[in-house]
């Protein structure tokens, strides 16, 4: 790809080399507040190996006090993300204090993230399968000042929850979120009590696609007194009707129901829907459909025409529905 | 395009600034759009301080480091104020705002809209603008950011050798455990 001329219709006066000159005589705190909205990928990937000056920038302590390294499209998969990350864990110097990941984290770079950051207040892991209960138990021990945390699209059992809760006072967000699904149907409320028992200062919780029953939401609601936003969309053993959902709206200043519209969801919303609400599927393909999400919800999101040959390629992930069927 | 920023609702409380750019050119803005730059803001408050003016459009406010075409669009960016920097809940708003940062022009023409943001303190202008610069680098290569900015590689050799080794994860086949 060409760049495009950029001498034409503008408006202002420069020439083309004093732009240029002017760019690279911009405050170092402006370059680097520039360079830091490219995400930790492309700092390390491009932005520093454009010139010295760039490359000094982003060896700055202060360049990776926050770090994303959510999946994106075009993920290059050339490199290593899980080295990549703690390459730039260690850029931060201790000064880390929010940190995104998908799909590679594992005990041990979790490990890594609580051992050398102190400071940590936003602690986001989607897709993370690798990561065991005994590895975020770990690790909730070591994130005193935590605020914000999100464990979207893989499941973890009730401890580790709870340690995070008792470990973590200061925490007011908490977003649980998983592929929604209708059938089998499934009743679940071991995550709403964790939170229900552990965080009773939590302001906003996401509880997207979660299995949790009215008595899971009564426990959450008796729980979590200060709860100002409960996002319970596609929660489907959850009906707000009568004195709970009187409750609710009473509790809660903005509440998101369980058929609320998802398209202000961060991740694929596609339900687990064959159109019915049989609790008896002969076939089983709805729990495929689910476990696809788990794997890869942006390519199946929505999809209703996955077909049982499509599942033979993530039998590995057989495992992560053992949690919800075994 | 007239340098007086035009008011259609006339009012009492729309207090005038006249501000002067780097070219000599004269701009009488109202106060709610000046008390956005807080170089602006401050000055005037320096100047009420000293009583040296009762009323700001007495007062000629000198911008030294600003040229005339970058503050009208500045100028022109404050009146869209104040939804432009909210943050995007969902894709299709992001794409929205995107295309939106876009017709702030080239790279260079933000990079002087960034530089005068900066000195007058407009921190909503230089959120918004450094913002549209990056969308203009993101998911570039190194040789396209290069030629777009008119940036020179000036790493040494041994600068190189010593970014393949620190950086092990970036090359295939590598493996430093």
Same mark, same amino acid.
């Given at each position: =790809? ?49 010139? =010295? ?48 990941? /998908? ?58 929850? =709870? ?6 006072? $200061? ?25 229900? /028992?552990?965080?009773? /200062? ?25 709860? /100002?936003? $409960? ?96 | 395009?007239?340098?007086? *920023? ?42 009420? &301080? ?5 009323? @700001? ?18 100028? *022109? ?11 995007? &809940? ?10 939106? !940062? ?5 790279? @260079?023409?933000?990079? &002087?809209?960034? *530089?005068?943001?900066?000195?007058? &303190? ?18 570039? *290569?190194?040789?396209?950011? !290069?030629?777009?900015? @008119? ?12 970014? !393949? ?7 295939? @086949?590598?493996?430093?455990?």
């Amino acid at each position: =790809m060409e760049p495009p001329s950029s001498s034409s219709s503008s408006s202002t006066s420069s020439s083309r080399s004093e732009q240029y000159r002017n760019w690279l005589e911009l405050p170092r705190d402006v370059t680097a507040s520039i360079l830091q909205r490219l995400g930790a990928i492309e700092i390390l990937e491009s932005a520093q190996k454009v010139c =010295m000056h760039w490359r000094n920038l982003c060896k700055d302590p202060s360049m990776w006090r926050a770090i994303d390294m959510r999946n994106r499209e075009d993920w290059d998969t050339s490199f290593d993300p899980e080295k990549m990350c703690r390459h730039a864990i260690d850029r931060s110097s201790g000064q880390l204090r929010d940190i995104n990941i /998908e799909y590679f984290g594992t005990d041990d770079l979790l490990k890594h993230i609580t051992h050398s950051s102190s400071q940590l207040r936003h602690l986001c892991l989607v897709s993370c399968y690798s990561i065991t209960d005994e590895g975020l138990n770990e690790a909730a021990a070591k994130l005193p000042l935590l605020e914000e945390l999100e464990i979207s699209l893989c499941s973890f059992s009730k401890e580790p929850l =709870m340690a995070l809760g008792r470990c973590c006072p $200061l925490l007011k967000s908490f977003k649980l979120n998983q592929q929604g699904s209708r059938s089998p149907h499934i009743e679940w409320d071991e995550e709403a009590v964790a939170v229900a /028992e552990s965080m009773p /200062e939590l302001r906003h919780l996401q509880l997207f696609g979660n299995k949790l029953t009215n008595d899971g939401l009564n426990a959450i609601l008796n729980g979590c007194p200060h709860l /100002e936003s $409960l996002d319970l969309r596609q929660c489907f053993n959850v009906y707000l009707s009568g004195d709970l959902g009187k409750r609710c709206a009473e509790q809660i200043k903005s509440l998101r129901r369980p058929n609320d519209p998802t398209d202000d969801y961060e991740y694929a919303a596609g339900i687990d829907d064959d159109g019915s609400f049989d609790e008896d599927d002969p076939s089983g393909m709805s729990d495929i459909d689910y476990l696809s999400e788990g794997y890869g919800y942006y390519a199946f999101s929505g999809e209703s025409d996955f077909s049982y040959d499509d599942f033979t390629d993530y039998g590995d992930f057989y495992d992560f529905g053992d949690y919800y069927f075994g | 395009m007239s340098n007086t *920023s035009e008011n259609p609702n006339p009012s009492s409380s729309s207090a005038k600034i006249t501000l002067k750019t780097s070219d000599n050119e004269l701009f009488e803005v109202e106060e709610a759009v000046a008390m956005k730059f807080c170089t602006v803001k401050q000055y005037f408050e320096d100047e009420k &301080d000293n009583d040296v003016a009762a009323r @700001g459009s007495s007062t000629v406010i000198p911008l030294p480091n600003v040229h005339s075409a970058v503050l009208a669009r500045l100028i *022109s960016y404050c009146k869209k104020l104040p939804q432009s920097n909210a943050v995007a &809940d969902n894709h299709e708003e992001e794409e929205t705002k995107k295309k939106e !940062r876009k017709q702030y022009g080239t790279p @260079g023409d933000l990079v &002087d809209l960034i *530089s005068a943001a900066n000195y007058l &303190d407009f921190k909503e202008g230089l959120e918004f603008f450094n913002q549209a610069l990056a969308d203009h680098i993101q998911n570039k *290569s190194v040789e396209y950011v !290069r030629k777009f900015f @008119g940036i020179k590689g000036d790493f040494e050799p041994h600068e190189e050798e010593k970014y !393949r080794e620190e950086y092990a994860w970036a090359f295939e @086949g590598v493996d430093e455990d």
